[in-house]
């Protein structure tokens, strides 16, 4: 895991720009690594931490990573750290579902739309038993210990969902894992009020067969620590 560095966030605009406050008082502009609306993840002049890349080439070597939520909870809001979580719970069998599994292969082109699975998950190179991964990562909570997703309407979460849901129909295992980096969420659901075709699709998609779950993360910037290491359930 990177170090994290503590700074007081200030703004986030441009979709990927975010300018932050160093405890010297120092202002400056580092990248947010988050396509989504980040909603009830931004409280001005609230702490948050940052990362910093050895990289010659970027123009903004540092990168949001924690941002403060409202009622003080902590948020992880680089979507690029999701797909790595999820590698390393399921290489310390923190994921019981899915426990077992020998081969991990990640970004494989499956289904009818061409998409890409985060995890295809088999027990050998030929196993007909394989499963079908979909990670998604949630930050949102709109009321005390209630987690939603999407964030914003999300057609491609939709064509994921349509997407397992064949992979079921084909006679293989498939898995929606919801990874929640936000130290204040106890339980997961569909945004309905935002995205509603996700929520009709979503459901769906559980009615044939597609299991559903989420795993929420331990969040510790002063150690450095982001991993996940508990179930939350999933609400209907």
């Known amino acids: 895991m990177s170090q994290f560095y503590p700074a ?3 703004k986030r605009y441009k979709r990927f720009l975010a300018d932050i406050r160093l405890p010297d008082g120092a202002e400056l502009t580092i990248h947010c690594p988050n396509t ?3 909603k009830n ?3 001005p002049e609230s702490p948050c931490w940052y990362s910093v890349s050895d990289s010659k080439t970027r123009k903004y070597p540092q990168t949001l990573e924690l941002v403060t939520a409202p009622g003080g909870h902590l948020a992880g809001i680089n979507t690029a750290r999701t797909n790595e979580l999820v590698a390393q719970a399921l290489h310390a069998g923190v994921i019981a579902e ?3 599994y020998q081969t991990v292969r990640r970004e494989v082109v499956y289904g009818s739309e061409k998409s890409r699975i985060d995890f295809l998950l088999s027990e050998n190179s030929g196993d ?3 499963c079908y991964l979909e990670v998604k990562n949630v930050t949102l909570m709109e009321a005390e210990g209630e987690g939603f997703f999407p964030d914003a309407v999300s057609e491609r979460g939709s064509k994921h969902l349509r997407e397992l849901t064949l992979m079921v129909e084909q006679g293989y295992r498939a898995v929606l894992l919801f990874c929640v980096q936000h130290t204040g969420i106890q339980s997961v659901r569909a945004a309905a009020h935002i995205d509603p075709v996700y ?3 979503l459901q769906a998609a559980r009615d044939a067969g597609v299991e ?3 795993y929420a993360a331990n969040i510790d910037p ?3 620590i982001i991993a996940l290491d508990r179930a939350v359930p999933v609400l209907v």
């Open 41 to 43: 993840c931004l409280v």
């Open 199 to 201: 929520a009709a699709t």
């Open 128 to 130: 007909t038993r394989r």
């Open 212 to 214: 559903v779950i989420a």
């Open 36 to 38: 989504g609306s980040m």
């Open 98 to 100: 899915l426990r077992g």
């Open 222 to 224: 002063a150690q450095n």
């Open 8 to 10: 007081l966030l200030l």
